[in-house]
């Protein structure tokens, strides 16, 4: 990422904390689905919000292959929130 990326990211990444903040998540919720926004963006060096359905699909294929359903469903959430 670039710094202007990365600046963007910084910034949409906080937002999604605050919401979730603000939604009243409890902590750990807020956790896992920070670290899910943090493995997707470090997974294709973008930020999330640059990402298209192949992507997505291909992120979600690697996950099933590497972690437990219960990691993809976290993440699954945690990114239907990060793009609302």
Do not use: C
């Not at 710094?3 to 904390?17: F, G, V």
């Not at 298209?52 to 291909?58: P, R, T, V």
């Amino acid at each position: 990422m670039n710094t202007s990326q990365a600046q963007r990211y910084n910034y949409l990444y906080e937002q999604h904390l605050i919401n979730l903040s603000l939604q009243g998540k409890r902590p750990s919720t807020i956790d896992g689905y920070s670290r899910a926004v943090r493995r997707i963006t470090a997974f294709f060096d973008k930020s999330p919000d640059d990402l298209g359905i192949d992507e997505l699909k291909q992120y979600f294929n690697s996950l099933i292959q590497a972690h437990s359903w219960s990691t993809v469903k976290i993440d699954r959430n945690a990114l239907q929130l990060f793009y609302r």
